[in-house]
């Protein structure tokens, strides 16, 4: 039985049941005395790491994010470096956890952080927004402030932080339709939890245009530079026309920038070319890398802020959406 369920049966909200049982102002006695007998007639015991939350501050903050193979980056990390930072500046330690990627794996660290009194948690990445871990906090997290990046759950105390890649990706078909490009290419990398919203956004780009630009997506790319030189060595025999590319992570764009200059066609004059993520690497290739830069610091330091709108009482919004940026340079 959890609060959701006390609630539920109250027909009030949880955060009405969850003030009474921190005994807190802004619910009638009539009300009050509602949820209380319910609280009783249920036997609802508050879980001890939550009322000790409610108690005294531990200063930590949990941090999950899920590390798995090929879908980590140096871009990410570098979010994660100024997000720890951030919390520092306030005094609040940051305990990060890699959550796996199965279920079980999931809730075992939802559960461990937890039991480690944390006074808030940041769950980074879009690959948390499902059922399992809505449960998970229902259970183990019900008083304590979680802020999602790149994802949301309708709960009273999930706050999230959203980075528009449709918008993103329009507006990178914009670019290059501006740029007198006309034949535009995706690639999409392999397991991209947000693959359904790129291509959505690029598909929202290219109806715009009434069959003036076309469009062709590859998905399932490796997310490697040899992910970008074998697709682009597809896409040219499948689409020799293509004249603008965007590739959903630079990594896989400087491959395709290989393999276009291997093959002997001119970058941008023949092929624009673009990436997503405006990381380091887009920097130190030659020419360097037209990126959609996602936002990935912004939308950690905005967490952080959340999170601590939250722990200082001051009104906090429980969604904020960031939209992406077009960083030029000369590979369009």
Known sequence: MTIYDIAKLAGVSASSVSRVINNKPGVGKETREKILALLDQYHYSLDETARGLSKKSSKTIGVLISVMPGLHSEHSIKGLFYMEGELAKHGYHCLLVNTGTTDGEVVEAI???????????????????????????????????????NGFLDLPNVYGVGIDETQGLEMGVDFLVRKGRSKLA???????????????????????????????????????LQGGRDTAALLLREHPETDGIICAVDMIAIGVLDYLQEMGIDVPGQVSLMGEDNSNYAEICKPKLTSLDTKMVESNLMAVRTLLDVLEQRPPCHRVMLYMEIAERGTT
């Open 111 to 149: 559960s461990t952080v937890a039991g480690r009194r944390v006074d808030g948690v940041i769950l980074a990445g879009a690959f948390y927004a499902t059922n399992v871990v809505r449960r998970a906090i229902e259970q183990y997290l019900p008083q304590c402030p979680v802020v999602m990046i």
């Open 186 to 224: 995706l690639f999409i990398d392999s397991r991209r939890l947000s693959a359904g919203i790129i291509r959505r956004g690029f598909e929202n780009g290219i109806a715009k245009y009434r069959g003036a630009v076309t469009g062709i997506v590859y998905e399932d790319v490796e997310r490697s």
